[in-house]
């Protein structure tokens, strides 16, 4: 039997017509028998500053919380400026803290990534992976997933328009639920 995880999946684009939305949406509907996904938004998140440490304003305990509910994060994020979006960044320094309190620890994730550019948002997704080793989150190092969107490729509600990259991704997120279940094999979730 398969055994079902809960994944998060953060959605590194706060843009209203995000081409990283539709490959989310794409991952979504591709409904691995072993997830369970819900998206967790940072949008409405200040900019975090050590001043909360003390205490966390509602929004922040929020997200903090949403990522203590999942087995697994997904990140699915554009490049800007070859990194990771501030945005993002901003999200994963308040899940990081207060110190002591790093919701990514042990937290097994993935990352994947589209772009108009040919690189597919490789320079962004190794930032991201600097970032997540600090954060003590095991990451899935393949299949590396850089996404060269075209126009067309993925639809809104994440219908794919190519077979082979619909098959990639499939494939993508068969990997990550094995990924999970090793980490978890490997490091009970209370220990
Ligand atoms: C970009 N873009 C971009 N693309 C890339 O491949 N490497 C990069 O370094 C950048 N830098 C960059 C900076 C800023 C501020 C913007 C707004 C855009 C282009 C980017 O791939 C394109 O806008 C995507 O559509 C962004 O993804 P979302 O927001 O549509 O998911």
């Not at 966390?56 to 990140?75: C, E, M, N, T, W």
């Not at 639809?155 to 980490?183: K, P, Q, W």
Request: charged content about 20%.
């Amino acid at each position: 039997m398969t055994t079902m995880f809960k994944v998060g999946y953060f959605v590194g684009s706060l843009s209203s017509t995000s081409i990283n939305r539709k490959l989310a949406a794409a991952l979504v509907r591709l409904r691995h028998s072993g997830f369970e996904m819900a998206e967790i938004s940072f949008r409405d998140l200040p900019l975090y500053s050590p001043d909360y440490d003390a205490d966390y304003p509602p929004v922040a305990r929020a997200f903090k919380q949403a990522i203590a509910d999942v087995d697994a994060i997904l990140f699915v994020t554009p490049e800007y400026n070859r990194a990771i979006p501030g945005a993002l960044k901003n999200a994963i320094d308040w899940a990081s803290r207060p110190w002591g309190q790093n919701s990514f620890t042990r937290k097994p994730s993935a990352v994947i990534g589209a772009s108009i550019g040919a690189i597919g948002t490789a320079v962004a997704q190794q930032n991201l992976r600097s970032v997540l080793s600090f954060c003590n989150s095991p990451q899935m190092n393949a299949p590396e997933a850089y996404i060269h969107f075209t126009p067309g490729l993925i639809s809104d509600d994440g219908e794919v328009a190519n077979d082979s990259t619909r098959e990639f991704l499939s494939e993508y997120m068969s990997e990550f639920h094995r990924f999970v279940a090793r980490v978890y094999t490997a490091l009970p979730r209370d220990e």
